[in-house]
T-cell receptor, first 115, second 113 residues
Framework: GAVVSQHPSRVICKSGTSVKIECRSL??????MFWYRQFPKQSLMLMAT?????????EQGVEKDKFLINHASLTLSTLTVTSAHPEDSSFYIC???????????FGPGTRLTVT | AQSVTQLGSHVSVSEGALVLLRCNYS??????LFWYVQYPNQGLQLLLK??????LVKGINGFEAEFKKSETSFHLTKPSAHMSDAAEYFC???????????FGKGTSLLVTP
């Protein structure tokens, strides 16, 4: 099956700093990618839909100025957590939609810890 | 709006016993339904999906699920549990293939010797 990678897999940062997470589709071009957040022992919640070449669509309650999403190419979407706070500590998972078969493939996730 | 409800946040079975994880959906359009498995600190692995073809869907690792419109259910089963099946299982729904998913709260499966 298709592969989606995320980098980094784990990151620890200090409160107030910004962190960038990359999501790449390795063997297909993804015009659409999704970003989800998963708090410990909880389900995944959709944060935003990232479309190549246009602005991301954010879900209600997600601060677009805090979670900056850039889908600059057909294989890369980035999520930048700006001015991170401890409550932003979470597991961030991306997925990419293969336009050839409309299947959605998930990345392995990024564990963010804000101290 | 679409949603799924997973009944039972924790399920414990003995090795070799039947696994049954329950999922009920709510959807105003014919749903696309999915089951994913997540091992600790890892991403999601697709077990199976229903896309309006056969109502009985077979997936990987011996899992299967049956779509029952009359019951709005999509329960996941496996005839004989293995220790390696211990993980978190998520049911999810979307309105079309490739659309964003709405996940249930998850069911943690424990398999005892």
């Amino acid at each position: 099956g298709a592969v989606v990678s995320q980098h980094p897999s784990r990151v620890i940062c200090k409160s107030g700093t910004s962190v960038k997470i990359e999501c790449r589709s390795l063997d297909f071009q993804a015009t659409t990618m999704f970003w989800y957040r998963q708090f410990p022992k909880q389900s995944l919640m959709l944060m935003a839909t990232s479309n190549e070449g246009s602005k991301a669509t954010y879900e209600q309650g997600v601060e677009k100025d805090k979670f900056l999403i850039n889908h600059a190419s057909l294989t890369l979407s980035t999520l930048t957590v700006t001015s991170a706070h401890p409550e932003d500590s979470s597991f961030y998972i991306c997925s990419a939609r293969d336009p050839g078969n409309y299947e959605q493939y998930f990345g392995p996730g990024t564990r963010l810890t804000v101290t | 709006a679409q949603s799924v409800t997973q009944l039972g946040s924790h399920v414990s079975v003995s090795e070799g016993a039947l696994v049954l994880l329950r999922c009920n959906y709510s959807s105003s359009v014919p749903p696309y339904l999915f089951w994913y498995v997540q091992y600790p600190n890892q991403g999601l692995q697709l077990l199976l999906k229903y896309t309006s073809a056969a109502t009985l869907v077979k997936g990987i690792n011996g899992f299967e699920a049956e779509f029952k419109k009359s019951e709005t259910s999509f329960h996941l089963t496996k005839p004989s549990a293995h220790m390696s099946d211990a993980a978190e299982y998520f049911c999810a729904v979307s309105e079309d293939s490739g659309y964003a998913l709405n996940f249930g709260k998850g069911t943690s499966l424990l398999v005892t010797p």
